[in-house]
């Protein structure tokens, strides 16, 4: 099993609050990526980074933000969550971008804007 | 336009059969296809990644195979199990970036019964 890490698990927060998507790698992975998931509905990928200072947007438009401070973490801010923002949110890690790369994925967060 | 599409949407069977699901993708210029098996509430994790050379690949009980002149894809589970349940995904990687951007399929849920 992939050494990736996401907290909370589970996050049903009030509109307008600001939260934090927490995820952390521990393989030394330069890559990182957020990816957004509704039910039923393919990946969409709203963030990635190659590195250290690094930070991306992605395919799917998204309000939030990221952050690439420490390689083994990328953070994901939404500043004011609303109800279109209530989807499962997936990071993944990936040690290089060259051909057939593997990219691990963690458990994901569950997040309900009410 | 890139898109990947998979069939069936669901699929139930019994503990024991085999099953094949179904992968038609347009992603060109084509890199690699990858099988992923998402368990509900967790993260995709890796089955197989098949380059433009591979037109089989095993991974225990699954098999993949790939005809890239016709963009399709199969998965093949052998002797199911109850922990066979969950959602398959179909991805497929492009070589026309640098980052060698996924594409992702619905996936098929499949459920094994007892």
């Known amino acids: 099993e992939a050494d990736i890490y996401q907290t909370p698990r589970y996050l049903v927060i009030g509109t307008g609050k600001k939260i934090t998507l927490e995820c952390s790698q521990t393989?030394?992975?330069?890559?990182m990526y957020w990816y957004q998931q509704d039910p039923g509905m393919e990946l969409h990928l709203i963030h990635y980074?190659?590195?250290?200072?690094?930070?991306e947007k992605g395919d799917l438009s998204s309000e939030s933000t990221v952050s690439r401070i420490r390689t083994e973490h990328f953070p994901l801010t939404l500043e004011s969550a609303r109800p279109s923002h209530t989807s499962q949110y997936l990071c993944?890690?990936?040690?290089?971008?060259?051909?057939?790369?593997?990219?691990?994925f963690g458990p994901g967060t569950r997040l309900t804007v009410t | 336009k890139n898109q990947v599409e998979q069939s069936p949407q669901s699929l139930i069977i019994l503990e024991g059969k085999n099953c094949t699901l179904q992968c038609n993708y347009t992603v060109s210029p084509f890199s690699n296809l990858r099988w992923y098996k998402q368990d509900t509430g967790r993260g995709p994790v890796s089955l197989t990644i098949?380059?433009?050379?591979?037109n089989t690949k095993s991974n225990g009980r699954y098999t993949a195979t790939l005809d890239a002149d016709t963009k399709q894809s199969s998965l093949h589970i052998t002797a199911s199990q109850l922990s066979d349940s969950a959602s398959y995904i179909c991805v497929v990687s492009d070589r026309g970036s640098t980052l060698g951007r996924l594409y992702f399929g619905r996936g098929t849920q499949l459920t094994v019964w007892p």
């Open positions: 980074s190659y590195g250290v200072n690094s930070t």
């Open positions: 393989m030394g992975h330069d890559k």
């Open positions: 098949m380059t433009f050379s591979e």
């Open positions: 993944a890690s990936s040690e290089s971008v060259q051909f057939a790369y593997e990219q691990y």
